[in-house]
Nanobody, 125 residues
Framework: QVQLVESGGGSVQAGGSLRLSCTAS?????????MGWFRQAPGKEREAVAC????????SYVDSVRGRFTVSQDNAKVSVYLQMNTLKPEDTATYYC?????????????????WGKGTLVTVSS
C-alpha cells in the first residue's frame, strides 16, 4: 500500500520561508516516476504547485510560485521537498504531496496515483 507522509507545514509571516517534506513508501518505481506538490486554498480548487521527474530531476512550477519555490528530491528518490521562500498570504493552503508518472505530472493530474493527507501552510500579512 502506497503511503505519502508529509511534514513541515506551519504558520509564518509574509516574506518568511518554510520547507515541506514528503516520503513515499510501498510503491512501484516502474509505474510512478514523478512526485510533486498540489495545494488547495479555502474556497478554491486544488492546483498544481511544483513537480519533479525522478530520473532526470526535471522540474515544473506554476507561474505564481516560480522563482520563490524550489522542488527537489533526495538521492534515493523516495522523498520530495518543497522549499518555499518569500511566502505571501495567497500561498496559504493545504499542501498535498503527490506520486504519479510522466514528466508532465503537474499538467496532467490524471496521472497521479497517490495523494498525501496534506499539511497546512498559513501565511499572515
Amino acid at each position: 500500500q502506497v503511503q505519502l507522509v508529509e511534514s513541515g507545514g506551519g504558520s509564518v509571516q509574509a516574506g518568511g520561508s518554510l520547507r515541506l517534506s514528503c516520503t513515499a513508501s510501498g510503491y512501484s518505481y516502474r509505474n510512478t516516476d514523478s512526485m510533486g506538490w498540489f495545494r488547495q486554498a479555502p474556497g478554491k480548487e486544488r492546483e498544481a504547485v511544483a513537480c519533479i521527474h525522478k530520473s532526470d530531476g526535471r522540474a515544473s512550477y506554476v507561474d505564481s510560485v516560480r522563482g520563490r519555490f524550489t522542488v527537489s528530491q533526495d538521492n534515493a528518490k523516495v522523498s520530495v521537498y518543497l522549499q518555499m521562500n518569500t511566502l505571501k498570504p495567497e500561498d496559504t493552503a493545504t499542501y498535498y504531496c503527490v506520486l504519479g508518472y510522466g514528466v508532465t505530472l503537474c499538467q496532467n493530474p490524471g496521472r497521479i496515483e497517490s495523494w498525501g493527507k496534506g499539511t497546512l501552510v498559513t501565511v499572515s500579512s
